[in-house]
Every structure is written in structure tokens, then in C-alpha cells.
């Protein structure tokens, strides 16, 4: 199977709710191919709602989503699911398989078009991009926390679709973890797929994405680069603390300060 | 070689070979009773255990739990309740239409529970919400069975709870094995579905298996390939529990290919129980579900004990 | 087993009955101008066999029941309504104990007994005497009897000591659970019947409502004694009061032997 073309993201007025309460409100946010964005906000802002919305998990309530030209509506599942790998936040397997079995578990949609020796060679790849190749035959109940964070990264990256979702994949990663998961996800970026992420995460935000969606109470407030978004006034309003917006050596600094 | 302890077990000692040589048509007594009686009684095992294997592996393959099977959701009661009262107090029943109802028993039964349970319910609450219904329907069938005109009818109670293969012909394996097949074809169809669950609702959603579409085939394969089981031979328990257990680890931990084996082996392990029944002399016949619920319950007790090392339940 | 006899017997008009097969002689036999009260048992379809007058007082065995209904005569079987029947007695009722039947001879004890009781009854002299009759024509030959098996709900045949077997020797037939040495009741799966080859295969009763308990006649492997006619169904009412079917049965019994042994 060849390199899937790249793919950018747009949705227009997008809005959610649950349980009678808005949970996203008229979203309208666009993600170019080749670009690493970060989907931020306090908690509760709706960053998981949005990620699932653009996964396909959720549908939404109101409003359109576009996979290239095409509308999402007009997609069906299976091609869906070839053009979009997604990362839940939480989740744990039912079963005691090993670590390879599960990251292989991300090339379902392909079904049988990738043949057994390629299916390999891929889950293999995979699991070194996360480092995980040590234990790749462990089962993964017998895996810590990160270790299985990591497979899990693993199985999103195997399929290498287009596009790839995933709601704070470093939460539970090491510091070294997670600075080589956003490399891995910067790779992907440039070469040309669609990135996006929800994270907590402000400095690793700023310093390897290219766009940056600020959530709050599940409205837009802000979308560009994390220069202009990450403005200390509009942290200080979102989030309620002090911070500075720097440049060091050409790369983008972001550094929090005290509580206003 | 299952197939031929049970070939050779009965009250009766037959010349097998000689039965077997005789064929079909022939009209010795010893062909009459390999063909007609012993024959069709272990092809019944064989299908009913097979049904019973695969059933169970799907229901944990879909729970996401090893500890769910379709006797413990209510599937089995109510399509024992339906079979009962088709049987009791239908006056016509023509072939087909009592495993069909046997069928719709077992969806609604399992539509109960889904509802008692809730939206996006947790395998435990919907265990829990299994255990309700459950004991509803058992209570319905003892009700219906009080008040059936038939005079043996609350005696029959036991053979709704505990299964038999006795006295059943070719007319009840034809009966029930076009709607085993179909549920059997559903399952194969959902194998993919059931691996991508390993990972998580969200992440099998993400990978193409969203929609209703996907559980209502599995839910629908369960039903039939159960449904018509229970409307001919009782509810069975434990092998929907058991089986799909012993077969994972020899599976590599695949839901998928854990629905060939658990049916295999639920064939197997029902054969040789229906064996066993066969050759225990006694006043009473040795019931089967009886037979299978002494290998189930032991079982049961040491997955719990060892159960609280490892997986959450 | 003492009976109470008060004097000489006139008609009574007043009787009562504490049991099942009482009932349903009384129904069958006696005006129902003179029945006060059956069990209740011989309300449900299942055992009714003779029409159920609605004047009737359907009793549960209780003595309380019966003392508003002023019996003058009260039947009863050898076991159960006990209590009642000894309170009844205590009471100044007149009470008949009318013995169960187990075979043959004991049924003709049994009609004498009712007669005794009753006095004069058309319908119960004519049993006697059919069923004399019957009995005073000789068996047939014994080495050319067909054999045959009696195949009831559950897998259970009857064998010897049973009112059923005697009723098949009688009628010319060999046993063919007897001559494997079962006594009273036992057990016959399908196999068996298969293997015993038997020339009249028995059913007993079940013929109306569905029950597991009568699979076994159901299979198919049993198709051809039903097409080949070869098989006889005994009537429900011989297992719970034989005085009501014993003398057709005996008679049925012995038209099909004939029938049988007639074929080449």
C-alpha cells in the first residue's frame, strides 16, 4: 500500500452536548497537511470532545467537518478509518496479548491488502519509533504505564494514515518520553501528515507545533501559531497564571510563571 | 475419537461395525440404533456445544470480560421461556417456528438487560443487570410450567435448567442447525470487530467498527446460534464460560481465532459430557447441564482466586 | 379392610366422595341427583371423564367442607383424605373405605366393594360382569405370543406386579419388560424398544398436551411401528382409576393380538 496522500481538516461551526449541556460550541477550526497542531484549554474545555468529534467518534450535534474536499458525512467508516488513526486518552486492553499483537491490531482496516512479511516489517518499525521494540513480545498486562502508553502510540502510527488524532498521548510518558513522542509526531508532520493533539502540556506545545487551538468552555478563543496564541495575556485569562512567550535560539520558548 | 466413544455408548450393546457396514437403509436393529438414535444425538452435541463455545467467546470477546457468557445475560433463559411457552401452550407449532421464537426470547431477553443496564453501561453493571433478568425469567419459566396444562409440565423445569440430550432425533437437529449455521456466519463476520474491542470502544470505533451495526450482528449471531440451542436441548450452562477460557491462551489472546477454537472445543467438551451421561447407569438420567456445571463450577472458583492477581474484573 | 356398613343398604341420594377414582365411578355410574360433593380434582379437564353436574360441591378432603352437605354416604380410596375421613367417622357419617386395585383380582374386589356400598347399580353390574367374562375366556397359547413393551412418559415400562402387565398377559401378550426381569417399573430408553423388537409397541396416555415427558414416542425412529399400526395407546384414566377403563382395555388388548397374530 502506497503512502496515503496528505490530508488537511476543516470544520465549520461545530458543536456538541451532553446531557443538555454544550459541550462544544460552533467550532470552526482548520488543520493544513503537514502541520503539528495542539488543541488546549483548561479542563473541561472540551479538547477530548473536539478530538473525538474530528475522529468520527462522537457525531456532532451541529455544524460540518471536512476531510479534504470531501464532507465527512459522504465517508464512509472503513475509509474513514484509513485516513484517520486516533488515540483516546485513556483506555486499557481486554486481553493479555503481546505487545506486537495489539500494535498490530492498528492495521484492521487495511485488512488483508497488507500481507503478512509487510504487516511485520511495519509493527516492528512502529514499535522502534516508540522505542518499544525491547518488549514488543511481552504481554502487555505485564507492561507499566508508559511502556504501554508507548504500544499504544505504537498501534496509532502502524497504520500511517494521513491524519493522526490523539488526546494527550505523553500523559503518562517520562520526561525523555515525551520529548521523543513529539519528535516522532514532528516527523510525521513534516513529512506531510496531519497532525493533532490535545495537550496539557504548554512549553512542549509551543516549542514543536506549528498551530495551537485555544479552548475554553468549549468556544474557540484563539487559533494560530503558538506565537500568537500564546500570548501572556490571554493565558493569564484563560488559565489564570503568568507567563512569558520567548524566542531562544530561534526556537519558541514558553515559560509559565506564578498564579494571578 | 470422541465421536466414537460416544458411537459406542448406550444402554444397548451394538455391533458397530457391523452397524456401520449396514448403512443407512438398513433395517437391523443395531444399524436402526446407530443411525437414528446414537448418531443424531452426537451430531446434536457436537452442534449444540459448538454453538455454546462460539456463543461464549463472542459475549466476552464483546463484554470485554471473561466472565460473561450468554447463560449468565439472560440469553439462555429467555429462550427457554420462549421455547416453553411455544411448546406448552401452543397449540400448532410448525418446525421452525419454535427456535425462531426461541430466537426473539433471546433477543429480548438481552434487549432487557441492555436497557436495565443503561447506555454505555460497564461490564460489571451489565453482569449485574444479567443476574436481574435472569432470575426474572427462571421465576417466569416456573410460572409458566405451574399453570401449562400439560401434566408433567413443572416437572419439565429441570430439563429447561439443566439441558438434555436424550430421546432427540435427526427432526431436532435439522431444526436447529440451520439457525446455528446463521449465527455461526454472523460471528465469523464480526471476528474483526471483536479484535478491535481488545483495544477500547473509542479505539475500535476509530478503526471502522462504529455504529450500531457491528454489536447488533454479534448480539444476533449470539442469538440465533444460542436460541435455537436451548429450544431443543435446555439451557446448558458453563460451556459459554469455560471453553472460550481454556482456549485463549492456546490463541495467542485473539478473539478472532478464539471463536474457531471455543467452538471446537465447546463440541468437545459437551461430546464427552454427553458421554459420560451415557454411560452413568442410574433411576434418574444424569442430566447434562448437571454434568457440565461439576466441570463449570470448580473452574469458575479458581479464575475468581487467581483472577484477583491479574485482571480487573 | 373393614367396611362400615349400616344395615342393609337403600339407595342413598346423598353421597360424597374424598376420591379421585370415586368420583369419577360415581359420575359415571350413579345418578347425579344423588351426588352431593367430588373432589375438586375431578374438576380440571385433565381427569374429568364423565360430565361434571353443576350442583356439585367440589371438595378439597376436608371434613368441614362435607358436614354442611348432610351426606348420608361417604367414599373414600385405601390412602389419602384420611383425616377427614376418620374425622367424618368420629362424626357419625357413615364412611366407605373402597380398596385400591393393583391387579386384577383386586379390581373385582374392588367393583364387589362399590357395590356393596352403593347397592344396585346397572352401569357397575354390567362392568363385573364384562369384565368376568373376560377373564373366564382362556389365554392363548403361550409360546405364540407377541411380545410386548410398554413405553410411558419419562422412559418408564412396567413390569411384573403391575395391573398393566397383567393386562397384557391376559390379553395373550408376553411381557417383554417382565421377561428381562423388571419388576414393577423401571427404565427403557429408545435404544431398548429398538433392540427388544417388540410386535405391539405401548404408549399411556399423553396423546392431548405437549411434555418432554412423551419425547421418546415422537422420534422418528419409532415411525414405522406407528405407520404399521402396531402400537396401542393405553387411556390416561387406567393409571388413576382402572375400574373405568380396565374392561375396554382388555377387550382393545385382545382385538389387536388377534389382529397381530393374524398377519402373515
Redesign the interface.
Known amino acids: 500500500m502506497n503512502r496515503a496522500q496528505p490530508l488537511a481538516i476543516r470544520c465549520e461551526n461545530l458543536s456538541l452536548s451532553r446531557n443538555q449541556r454544550p459541550v462544544l460550541d460552533a467550532i470552526s477550526c482548520h488543520f493544513p497537511a503537514g502541520e503539528l497542531a495542539a488543541v488546549i484549554g483548561p479542563n473541561g474545555a472540551g479538547k477530548s470532545s473536539l478530538l473525538s468529534c474530528l475522529a468520527g467518534i462522537l457525531p456532532p450535534a451541529g455544524g460540518s467537518l471536512y476531510l479534504g474536499d470531501s464532507p465527512a458525512a459522504t465517508v464512509s467508516a472503513a475509509k474513514r478509518a484509513r485516513l484517520m488513526g486516533y488515540l483516546p486518552q485513556q483506555e486499557s486492553p481486554a486481553w493479555a496479548m503481546a505487545a506486537e499483537d495489539l500494535v498490530a491490531l492498528g492495521l484492521l482496516p487495511w485488512g488483508r491488502s497488507i500481507e503478512r512479511a509487510q504487516r511485520r516489517q511495519r509493527v516492528a518499525h512502529a514499535l522502534a519509533e516508540v522505542d518499544a521494540a525491547a518488549f514488543a513480545r511481552r504481554p502487555v498486562t505485564q507492561l507499566s504505564g508508559g511502556e504501554l502508553r508507548r504500544v499504544q502510540l505504537a498501534r496509532l502510527l502502524v497504520g500511517q494514515a494521513p491524519v493522526l488524532i490523539a488526546d494527550e498521548p505523553g500523559a503518562a510518558l517520562d520526561i525523555r518520553h515525551q520529548l521523543q513522542l513529539m519528535q516522532t509526531f514532528r516527523r510525521q508532520a513534516d513529512s506531510g501528515k496531519t497532525v493533532i493533539l490535545a495537550v496539557h502540556d504548554l512549553p512542549l506545545a509551543a516549542r514543536y507545533c506549528d498551530r495551537i487551538l485555544l479552548l475554553q468552555d468549549g468556544r474557540l478563543r484563539a487559533q494560530g501559531t503558538p506565537e500568537q496564541v500564546l500570548t501572556p495575556a490571554q493565558v493569564g485569562d484563560v488559565y489564570g497564571i503568568r507567563s512569558e512567550f520567548r524566542w531562544r535560539d530561534g526556537r519558541p520558548e514558553f515559560v509559565s510563571g506564578d498564579l494571578l | 475419537m470422541a465421536m466414537l466413544a460416544a458411537l459406542s455408548s448406550?444402554?444397548?450393546s451394538?455391533d458397530l461395525s457391523a452397524a456401520i457396514a449396514g448403512g443407512w437403509h438398513s433395517d437391523s436393529?443395531d444399524a436402526?440404533?446407530l443411525w437414528?438414535?446414537?448418531l443424531p444425538r452426537a451430531v446434536l452435541a457436537i452442534v449444540v456445544g459448538a454453538a455454546l463455545g462460539l456463543g461464549g467467546a463472542a459475549m466476552q470477546g464483546m463484554l470485554r470480560n471473561p466472565l460473561a457468557e450468554p447463560a449468565l445475560l439472560g440469553v439462555s433463559s429467555g429462550a427457554a421461556l420462549a421455547a416453553i411457552l411455544v411448546?406448552?401452550y401452543g397449540a400448532a407449532v410448525s418446525g421452525y417456528l419454535l427456535p425462531l421464537l426461541a430466537i426473539a426470547g433471546a433477543l429480548l431477553a438481552v434487549g432487557s438487560v441492555w436497557l436495565l443496564a443503561g447506555h454505555g453501561a460497564s461490564a460489571s453493571r451489565l453482569v449485574l443487570a444479567g443476574v436481574a433478568i435472569n432470575a426474572f425469567l427462571s421465576a417466569l419459566m416456573a410460572l409458566a410450567l405451574n399453570y401449562?396444562?400439560?401434566?408433567?409440565?413443572m416437572?419439565?423445569i429441570v430439563?429447561w435448567l439443566l439441558g438434555?440430550l436424550?430421546?432427540?432425533?435427526?427432526?431436532q437437529v435439522l431444526l436447529a442447525l440451520p439457525f446455528v449455521v446463521i449465527g455461526t456466519v454472523f460471528l465469523f463476520l464480526s471476528r474483526n470487530y471483536l479484535r478491535a474491542l481488545s483495544l477500547g470502544e473509542a479505539s475500535a470505533s476509530s478503526l471502522g467498527f462504529s455504529g450500531r451495526r457491528y454489536p447488533l450482528l454479534v448480539l444476533f449471531g449470539i442469538a440465533f446460534a444460542v436460541g435455537a440451542s436451548v429450544a431443543v436441548a435446555g439451557t446448558i450452562g458453563f460451556i459459554g464460560l469455560v471453553v472460550p477460557h481454556l482456549m485463549r491462551p492456546l490463541v495467542g489472546q485473539d478473539p478472532g481465532r478464539l471463536l474457531w477454537s471455543s467452538a471446537l472445543a465447546g463440541a468437545l467438551l459437551l461430546l464427552l459430557a454427553d458421554v459420560l451421561v451415557l454411560n452413568t447407569v442410574g433411576?434418574q438420567?444424569l442430566r447434562i447441564g448437571a454434568v457440565t456445571a461439576f466441570i463449570g463450577a470448580p473452574f469458575f472458583f479458581w479464575l475468581i482466586v487467581s483472577g484477583r492477581r491479574e485482571l480487573n474484573l | 379392610m373393614p367396611l362400615l356398613a349400616s344395615g342393609p343398604v337403600s339407595a342413598q341420594d346423598r353421597i360424597a366422595s374424598l376420591n379421585l377414582c370415586m368420583d369419577q365411578l360415581l359420575l359415571q355410574w350413579v345418578a347425579p341427583e344423588r351426588i352431593v360433593s367430588v373432589t375438586w380434582l375431578s374438576g380440571e379437564?385433565?381427569y374429568r371423564r364423565a360430565p361434571l353436574p353443576e350442583h356439585l360441591y367440589l371438595n378439597r378432603a376436608q371434613a368441614e367442607e362435607l358436614l354442611p352437605l348432610k351426606p348420608d354416604l361417604v367414599l373414600t380410596g385405601q390412602y389419602g383424605a384420611q383425616r377427614a375421613s376418620q374425622r367424618l367417622e368420629q362424626l357419625g357419617f357413615p364412611v366407605v373405605r373402597i380398596p385400591d386395585a393393583y391387579n386384577l383380582a383386586q379390581l373385582q374386589q374392588q367393583l364387589a366393594s362399590l357395590q356393596q356400598a352403593l347397592g344396585e347399580i346397572p352401569g357397575l353390574r354390567q362392568q363385573q360382569r364384562e369384565l368376568k367374562a373376560l377373564l373366564d375366556q382362556t389365554p392363548e397359547d403361550g409360546t405364540r405370543n407377541p411380545g410386548a413393551l410398554i413405553l410411558s412418559?419419562?422412559?418408564i415400562t412396567y413390569g411384573d406386579g403391575m395391573l398393566e402387565h397383567e393386562l397384557l398377559i391376559r390379553a395373550g401378550f408376553t411381557n417383554l419388560a417382565a421377561q428381562q426381569g423388571i419388576q414393577q417399573l423401571g427404565?427403557v430408553?429408545?435404544?431398548?424398544v429398538?433392540?427388544a423388537?417388540p410386535q405391539l409397541l405401548v404408549f399411556y396416555?399423553?396423546e392431548?398436551?405437549?411434555?418432554?415427558?412423551?419425547?421418546?414416542e415422537r422420534?422418528?425412529?419409532l415411525r414405522e411401528y406407528i405407520e404399521t399400526g402396531r402400537v396401542y395407546r393405553l387411556p390416561q384414566e387406567l393409571g388413576f382409576c382402572p375400574a373405568l377403563a380396565a374392561v375396554d382395555v382388555l377387550q382393545q388388548l385382545m382385538d389387536k393380538r388377534k389382529e397381530i397374530v393374524g398377519q402373515p
Open positions: 448406550g444402554p444397548v451394538i436393529s436402526v440404533i437414528q438414535l446414537r411448546l406448552y401449562a396444562p400439560s401434566m408433567f409440565a416437572q419439565e430439563f438434555s436424550a430421546n432427540r432425533g435427526w427432526d433411576t438420567e | 379437564e385433565y412418559a419419562n422412559n427404565r430408553s429408545l435404544e431398548q429398538i433392540d423388537q396416555g399423553g392431548q398436551d405437549f411434555a418432554i415427558a412423551h419425547l421418546a422420534h422418528p425412529v
